[in-house]
């Protein structure tokens, strides 16, 4: 789980580029073990698949939007 953290904290410091790279290799929600990770993964993908920039403050507000 500490690797699924890793994923999550280099997405959310480096944007775009590392999530590119998840992308890349295919990473999906349902490839994390906790729930939690899946959803906040989903939120994550769902941004960078759009095109929005991925932050932290935007992230919290599209957790938030979801419940």
Known sequence: ??????????????????????AQHGLVPEDFFLQSHRMIYSALAEMGEAGEAIDIITAVGKLRDRG
């Open 1 to 22: 789980m500490v690797e699924e953290r890793s994923i999550l904290g280099a997405i959310l410091e480096n944007n775009a580029e590392a999530f590119d790279i998840a």
